[in-house]
């Protein structure tokens, strides 16, 4: 049986362009995930997308990276499966869609199309310096509390 | 040649569950956009869309709506031309590029995700009663001035 | 009222690289859906959706164009209302389901996949030199002829 | 590292419905795929699908399922990571665009959609007992002849 089997998807959102600091923070997320034996998921490019899935990657963890391109060439090379949708920033809902519970890292304004679709889903979502647009979201100071709360809230919504 | 030809397109976004007094808002705006012989893009379904697309009919404007079903069954009935997208809330991010400049209207999180796509793409924004998430979206208190405001942003942008 | 509501949507769906003599085939296509009062839908793009729109526009019909691009840019001059999907060919899907019957014109494997769309969902779809893979698509010889039947089976699938 | 990383990934697309017959030939090619260490990219249905992806999980290969609906639910039970697009059948093209080569296995009008957009982005595709619309679809008669085909193709269009 392949161990990615019944293992939680935690999808990670964020800006293409995070400062240095917010960029360890999501390596840091995307470690924890792993460690926790969650399976990433994100938006494949560059910035909180990429700093998340190697991250993962360095701990073993396999990583989704869901593309607008109608290629794949432009995954982040820390992308073990890319998806390439060719349908653009259209793409951010089927992250949330996919993902069992969110985390949510700096502002954007893609980032916070994806926190609408996940507040309108009602999907678990958890923000490290984000938009504070909504109660739903859980604020978290550690990458380590973001994964945690994040896996918790998934499991309970299971 | 078709009337409709060179017109601009403005989208009016908004929840499907406005109150009384937004509903009344929403239809003055699709009376203005028919007024200032504007065509009127939304998302075809309830409240704000329904409310929007009424005011346009009722001076002869043409309505489109960019529906997120299968089929056209669930378009209000004050939609000329109904696309059926059949991609769900994918859809939000084709009302935003289809248009030329767009008014929001009261707080939804299907209007959160809208604003977001608009704001990444610098699409001309008027919002009334709207979120409040960024200063690229320019206020208005009335029907009126939010849709000369659009239309001149519309008319700058070409 | 709109001198559009309730007009019956007639998609044409065919190669961007038709030969002189199907381009001109598409334009009377066109024609002939203005000529019956129906309204055009297409891919908005060059070739036999430049032609078709082209030749409604001649009879005052009105025009859509669900384009895949990210902008109306690219909609070829024929277009009253384009509609930037940005989801790249998976809007052809669109086009099928937004028409109420469709009229497919050569061959091209765009083509080839909106008929097999069309095939799926059961839309009343006319063939003029285009694939033969279904009984389901009626053949036709002449572009009057392929548009009253296009037109009979929209209204008869009412 | 992960041992996903690097591995081609083949679609396998083919109907819902299939015979006994056909089910038994899906699977085996999911069985070929895994045991070539190769990902299986599907549409995480029922039919040709799910054989696919239980043969797959029999060998220990990854099994990724691009579903057409909102949620994850309807996921046969062999998908180890479902991909909920939440956009019907337009989903047909992501599959054919993430996969590196692809395998199609009987006749439905799905498929048909499929193969016609692998045809137009010149992906690299071999038929079991299916239309027979071009000749850029390489026939193969036995499993392990497709995913032979399959994998090799793949790797020259690297």
Same sequence: chains 1, 2, 3, 4.
Avoid: H
């Amino acid at each position: 049986m392949p161990s990615s089997l019944k293992k939680i998807r935690i999808g990670v959102i964020g800006t293409s362009e995070p400062d240095a600091r917010l960029y360890r923070i999501a390596e840091e997320v995307g470690r924890e995930i792993a460690r926790r034996d969650g399976v990433l998921i994100c938006g494949g490019l560059g910035g909180v997308m990429e700093a998340a899935a190697k991250g993962a990657q360095q701990k073993g963890g396999l990583t989704i990276g869901i593309l607008p391109t109608e290629d794949t060439s432009l995954a982040n090379p820390y992308i073990d499966i890319p998806i390439a949708t060719g349908i653009g920033e259209a793409r951010n809902i089927i992250i949330v869609r996919s993902a069992e519970a969110l985390i949510a890292i700096g502002k954007g304004f893609g980032t916070l199309s994806e926190i609408s679709f996940a507040l309108k889903m009602k999907k678990p979502l958890v923000g490290i310096e984000t938009w504070d647009v909504s109660s739903q979201i859980l604020s978290a100071d550690k990458p380590s509390e973001a994964v945690e709360k994040a896996i918790k809230l998934a499991e309970e919504a299971k």
